[in-house]
């Protein structure tokens, strides 16, 4: 059994692989005019697509576990991982679920944040799973960034709850997805929500 930690995961939200290609309808290699890994053709795509599915499906089960003390990582517990994986595989899930290189984008969003490649690669492998990733905006409803961004913050989550509402990316019913809404709601009522 392995461990996948995940960065703040009550901030995350699924759609579809439909949706997702929205913010990657091309090769972003092709898109950058070179590739930026080149070993990108030796990665086994299918199977790290099924970890990451695998580890949404978890958090959207809410079957993850904190260590004490921890406010921003919630810990996934896989039967199946790393199974045959090789290290650069396993880091490409990991980096997948990290703070600092999560695949990231809010759903009312036109432009992905981070992970082209990685959607890229991996899309073709989700099939009928659900593509988790990591909202965007709600990493600002803090009291550090509130006071950064001023009195009117909650004004602002507001209008993208409105937004998040509106978008069709966004799957209301989605158990994951509704936890995700609650802390977007909980940030429109100027109350800071829980990352983990």
């Not at 995961?9 to 092709?30: E, Y």
């Not at 199974?83 to 990290?98: N, V, Y």
Request: no cysteine; charged share 25%; hydrophobic share 40%.
């Amino acid at each position: 059994m392995g461990v996948i930690p995940v960065a703040e995961p009550n901030f995350w939200w699924r759609t579809s692989v439909a949706n997702t290609r929205q913010w990657v309808a091309v090769d972003p290699d092709i898109d950058d005019g070179s590739p930026r890994w080149p070993d990108r053709e030796e990665q086994r795509w299918k199977r790290i697509a099924a970890a990451v599915a695998a580890v949404g499906d978890a958090l959207a089960a809410g079957a993850w576990t904190t260590e004490p003390g921890n406010i921003m990582y919630g810990d996934v517990h896989l039967s199946e991982y790393p199974g045959d994986l090789t290290r650069t595989e396993q880091k490409i899930i990991s980096a997948w679920f990290s703070y600092a290189e999560a695949v990231r984008v809010d759903p009312w969003w036109d432009q992905l944040e981070n992970g082209r490649h990685r959607l890229w690669r991996t899309l073709p492998f989700f099939n009928d799973a659900l593509v988790p990733i990591r909202g965007s905006a709600l990493g600002y409803a803090n009291a550090g960034d509130a006071a950064e961004i001023g009195p009117s913050w909650s004004r602002m989550f507001s209008t993208q709850l409105d937004e998040l509402d509106a978008s069709d990316s966004f799957d209301a019913s989605d158990p994951l997805n509704m936890v995700f809404r609650r802390s977007m709601v909980e940030a429109s009522a100027g109350r800071f929500p829980s990352p983990v």
